[in-house]
């Protein structure tokens, strides 16, 4: 696979670390512990497009949100992280 980094244009893959599902948000500190736990190790598996959150930690070492389709591995496009919203 090849990601299009908006800092290094486009790079393999092997130069960035997965970090998983870019809409996740850490619960509130009154939650509690169930949803600390959920929050950690229960995670969706979703089929299709979907955001995610990689590092280029070969490269530039930003956090992008990358769009990726899940059954095909194709990447729709890359922006930094701090710059998105959910
Ligand atoms: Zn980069």
Redesign the pocket.
């Known amino acids: 696979m090849r990601v299009q ?1 908006p ?2 244009g486009e ?1 393999d893959s092997n130069e960035f670390t997965f970090l998983g599902d870019a809409s996740c948000r850490r619960p509130d500190s009154s939650s509690g512990v169930e949803s600390f736990f959920r929050s950690l190790y229960v995670r969706e598996n979703p089929a299709g497009r979907h955001a995610e959150l990689w590092y ?1 930690s070969g ?2 070492r ?1 956090f992008l949100k990358v769009f990726r389709d899940t059954r095909t591995h194709e990447i729709f496009s890359a922006e930094l992280a701090s710059e998105t919203q959910a």
Do not use: L, S
């Open positions: 980094c800092f290094c790079r280029h490269g530039c930003y």
